[in-house]
T-cell receptor, first 113, second 115 residues
Framework: KQEVTQIPAALSVPEGENLVLNCSFT??????LQWFRQDPGKGLTSLLL?????REQTSGRLNASLDKSSGRSTLYIAASQPGDSATYLC????????????FGSGTRLSIRP | GAGVSQSPRYKVAKRGQDVALRCDPI?????LFWYQQALGQGPEFLTYFQNEAQLDKSGLPSDRFFAERPEGSVSTLKIQRTQQEDSAVYLC?????????????FGPGTRLTVT
């Protein structure tokens, strides 16, 4: 059974720092992996999606990497800003036929001004 | 048009009551998903519709949970005889393609509190 783990559960850093959020999954046979952002009382916003054949994806100050063989993904945030404060969720799709995606519990990020 | 909308945004139910949660997907989106998110946890898959067909309901926790999408657009998640463990945020997502190959767009969720 695929399990997705995110460490740490919470992280607080001062504004301007670069930071890395970690995601690990138990079954390396995934179809794709996605990072989401969730603000309090709001739905999820997709940040980056990495197909299993890709190693990384970039969008602005965000860079996500994928190492399928080791079952790991990282989300790198450069030059953090208070507006980056949110919960970041990692999710994997097990295979091309699966109708579900499996989420981690998230990392709650707080950027201190 | 606009994004995915859900109503009500907040619902308080007494244990034993039935509730109905509504999801309006993005117009034209064929796929619709329901998730349950407990406090401090990630969303967990409940069920998936492709147009009006419910293709996967493996995540529904019990037979008290029922979902429908009769015309392939609006969907309703119904919970009968609510219990305290049903307290959670219920998220709806839709996508333009079939299955999860396409990006899912999430609604703001309905926070259900069972007292």
């Amino acid at each position: 059974k695929q399990e997705v783990t995110q460490i740490p559960a919470a992280l607080s850093v001062p504004e301007g720092e670069n930071l890395v959020l970690n995601c690990s999954f138990t079954d390396s046979a995934i179809y794709n992996l996605q990072w989401f952002r969730q603000d309090p009382g709001k739905g999820l916003t997709s940040l980056l999606l990495i197909q299993s054949s890709q190693r990384e994806q970039t969008s602005g100050r965000l860079n996500a990497s994928l190492d399928k063989s080791s079952g790991r993904s990282t989300l790198y945030i450069a030059a953090s800003q208070p507006g980056d404060s949110a919960t970041y969720l990692c999710a994997v799709r097990p295979d091309s036929s699966a109708s579900k995606i499996i989420f981690g519990s998230g990392t709650r990020l707080s950027i201190r001004p | 048009g606009a994004g995915v909308s859900q109503s009500p945004r907040y619902k308080v139910a007494k244990r034993g009551q039935d509730v109905a949660l509504r999801c309006d997907p993005i117009s034209g989106h064929v796929s619709l998903f329901w998730y349950q998110q407990a406090l401090g946890q990630g969303p967990e898959f409940l069920t998936y519709f492709q147009n009006e067909a419910q293709l996967d309901k493996s995540g529904l926790p019990s037979d008290r949970f029922f979902a429908e999408r009769p015309e392939g657009s609006v969907s309703t998640l119904k919970i009968q005889r609510t219990q305290q463990e049903d307290s959670a945020v219920y998220l709806c997502a839709s996508s333009s393609g079939l299955g999860v190959s396409y990006e899912q767009y999430f609604g703001p969720g309905t926070r259900l509190t069972v007292t």
